[in-house]
């Protein structure tokens, strides 16, 4: 892998920061407010980086089918907080059935969080928060299947699923593991301790955050290979990793992290290949950018304060 072949955005409202091949170049007005398209660079550097939303309202947990084709993610208010179940409106799933139109269909109302789709991109799980109470649910972008799958632990969360099988995380005996269970609730397994599963897209294997750090589990062996380290000094900074997911031929594994960049940390996004070899920052600036998701042809979703408010962008990128 070639650090030229990345193509870097980190954009703000009037000025954006550009990481290419270890060069720094600025961008003034880096978007055309009329088509969302990049203006100003050559489009074999930086492919079609765009914001796909504009309403200003924040953003979370965004997951994108694997055709890449339609979204998923939670609208929150300023006062969403995972733990208290005082707003249950305050964090609710939308949709959107195109990714190149921002046209929004909410899904589930109540204070739901956490969606991730199957591989069909029509049904999907989530968590659902109920009298204190979580529970993983499957629906369908339809609508009218909604299915309780079980409750787990305590704050089940960040499920990912491929061929009906889940891989989440909640509180068990007050530390937090690692499950895999069957979309109908049979096949309970606790695989140890993390957080942040995501599968594999065609292999028994997942990847998951352990001790601040990126690691890959292969659910046949139980082997366990930590593919990113955060040392104990970065720690120390506030420094950790989050949010692995493999591009969709497994060759690539995208994340982000908390860095020293800017005025102070800032979140960024980072890809490595699948050994955990040549790792190459994405994203630079004083800005964050969180949740990456991956869908077809390398073309990466995540969320970004760019521009002041908490929207959702994508850009595709060459990674070979």
């Known amino acids: 892998m070639k650090k030229s072949k990345f193509f870097v955005m980190a954009a703000g409202a ?41 309403d200003g309202i924040d953003k979370a947990w965004l997951t994108v089918s694997r055709d890449g084709q339609k979204l998923l993610y939670c ?3 300023a006062e969403f907080n995972l733990f208290a179940n005082s707003k249950r409106e ?13 046209a929004k269909t909410p899904l589930a109302e109540s204070y739901t969080y956490s969606p991730a789709f199957y ?29 309780v799958i079980t409750s787990i632990g305590q704050w089940d969360n960040h499920p990912s699923i491929r061929e009906s099988m889940i891989a989440c995380d909640t509180y068990i005996n007050n530390q937090r593991q ?6 109908n609730g049979t096949g309970l397994t606790i695989r140890g301790p993390g957080s942040q599963p995501s599968w594999h897209p065609t292999e028994n294997k ?25 040392s104990d000094n970065e720690r120390t900074e506030g420094m950790w990793a989050g949010s692995p997911s493999y591009t969709g031929d497994g060759n690539y594994i995208v994340f982000v992290k908390r860095v ?23 994203t630079t600036g004083n800005i964050d950018t969180w949740m990456p998701t991956v869908g077809a042809g390398n073309r990466i979703f995540f969320l970004s304060n760019a521009g002041g408010k908490i929207e959702i962008w994508s850009a595709f990128v060459t990674l070979d």
């Open 90 to 102: 305050s964090s609710r799933i939308m949709y959107l059935r195109d990714v190149s139109v921002f």
């Open 14 to 54: 009037l000025v954006a920061v550009v990481t290419l091949g270890g060069c720094l170049s600025t961008l003034s007005d880096p978007l055309s407010e009329e088509t969302g398209s990049i203006i100003g660079f050559d489009a074999a550097s930086l492919r079609n980086l765009t914001r796909i939303s504009d």
């Open 178 to 183: 690692i499950v895999t269970l069957r979309d």
């Open 75 to 77: 609208e929150q208010s």
């Open 206 to 230: 997942l990847l998951f955050v352990k001790d601040e750090s990126i690691w890959e589990m292969d659910t046949e062996t139980t082997r366990q290979t930590r593919l990113h380290a955060v």
């Open 119 to 147: 591989e069909n991109g029509t049904s999907f799980v989530y968590v659902l928060l109920n009298q204190g109470y979580t529970q993983l649910v499957k629906d369908s972008v339809p609508g009218g299947g909604r299915t």
């Open 260 to 282: 020293k960049a800017g005025f102070g940390l800032r979140l960024h996004l980072f890809v490595m290949d699948c050994e955990g070899n040549n790792l190459v920052e994405l």
